[in-house]
């Protein structure tokens, strides 16, 4: 695995578990992987990524960050890389993203290439004068993201295009009743399986919670379905897929952003699946069969440590946090706490939405104030 | 941890969620805790323990066969270590085991010390003769125990602690109906928390099956609690503790045997319990506050993988378990196989127990012939 991040801690517990030997290649020494990390360097050298790949079965990532031409040496050397190069393009590239969704016939907000002020203003006049202008490469967590209501909001971004930065697009700016997320995962051989459609709740533009299944979702889950499988297979996408979507207040559902990795929508799955998109994600990349999406509760919700407590340790609330609920799973990231960063989760499972959602908010809370 | 067994290994994914750096000392290269391992030495020698243990905050162990003055010079040293040496002792001498459970009126076998032929003897002749006999010392899966019907049956093991072997004890033929097993976990602050009773089913002398909780438990289970934790308190142990018993067709249980750590009758619990024995091992020793151990399901049942399959490679049988049974947790020790070496499980939840453990068996089959 490519990137040392939370994402590679968690696949630590999924492949001790299957017996699987894991190498992570981590940015820098101490990261939250570390215990798996193999080795320290640069994934943006093919020369590092290629030293890394010596001797593995496959190779997949942590994050979507590792430049084309090193995913086209791992290839051309012969490894084995899911999701591939081609795959990931997609997930690296918001224009070529967008394009593709459209090839494919999968809902999503109207949109436009901005390769001028002159795009953006024409985007902006048909769309009520307002929409999301984005870096087609290098966004996260909001990063890369901005709405504008006039092209002068994006002058930056625009003369940055110019002189050979980021690529824009724009988006019209969905009214949204909620967003939801589809994960999905995928063998090289085909066999695609879905967990159940669950509602995101994103504050200053990071997740903040996720409600597992999403509450009404009956009627558009089939769709949704559709829309994951039908992606994952036209991007030909191996591994764990997230899909972001919109549901806006009249029923419909469009496609908002793609993560080609295990995902934060996701992570209540370690306490609530019978198999956690940690364990798919392996079972996926090595070509293994799938494991069961079933639910292991009725509801589940997660809820993210974000920034660490205002005062006094970690240490101290984890304790307790710990010492109030102990039917809720703590995790941590193992990370140095800094304001916006994640480093940990809490899952809560029950029978009731309502009542998980409450349990899982207040032991989260152990970690806020 | 002291050992770098398969008990170690499942007490990574414990520790890497709840965000604890787990430092093994295994006793080789390459054992199947190996990820976690930060050394390699010989737990016999104080030197190497005390040099493994600078620096962590609590030492526990993956077996209970660290010698007492090894324990004892990493107290004095300073250490916290859990379960203790005092704690530790009757895990190692099954005698003050005997003497000690006989002290705290824990229900046991009829027992006798054996220090001499004539000690058997009077002890067959006052039990119908037939007698098991067990080295006090050193003996784990079925070694160090001999059903005898005279003494001379046991003359080597005589002749032994005549030399200075191994001392040694008989107990009463228990005529069992079956085998049950309570887990219980300590706090050193003195806090304790049960799983239900379960089952367990012995081939050759090693744990085949376990049934989780036991049919028809609900009787004995308030007597089995106050017997599990009797003893936990009693003998302070800190950590989880597996108290083995025989229940009698007429309705009695007996305490057989005693693990001072995570034990394969509660290796079900990673896939069926809130928390997991090895999450739960790791508060325990750490004083942290105990999880839950609430069922995720109302059946759980874990079959060993024991030997590997008699032809075709482990990976292949891995890969047809994986497939037909995608609900079924396929847990692998990344160990060589060989005849009676566990060297993975498999666990199965749902609704009813007859249905479970069909499916779990049907599952390990896989590794079977």
Redesign the interface.
Known sequence: MVGGGQLA??M???A????I?LRVLAEADGMSAA??ATAVGDYREAETVLAFAEGVDVVTFDHEHVPQDVLRALVDAGHRVHPGPDALRFAQDKRAMRERMAELGAPQPDWAPVDSRADLERFLADHGGVGVVKTATGGYDGKGVRVVRAAAEAHDWLDGAAAGGPRLLVEELVPFSRELAQLVARRPSGETLVWPLVQTVQRDSICAEVLAPARHAERIQPLVDDIARGIADGLGVTGVLAVELFETSDGRVLVNELAMRPHNSGHWT?DGS??SQFEQHL?AVLD?????T?L??PASVMINVIGGPASGSMTDR??AA??AH??V??????KATRPGRKV?HVTAIGDDLDEVAYRARAAAAHFDA
Chains 1, 2 share one sequence.
Do not use: W
């Open positions: 801690r968690m630590i517990p999924a001790v578990e299957l017996g030997e215990l798996a370690i019978i198999t079972r293994l069969p799938l494991g069961s079933a292991l509760a984890y304790r710990l010492h102990p039917d799973k703590v995790h941590s990231y193992a940990g």
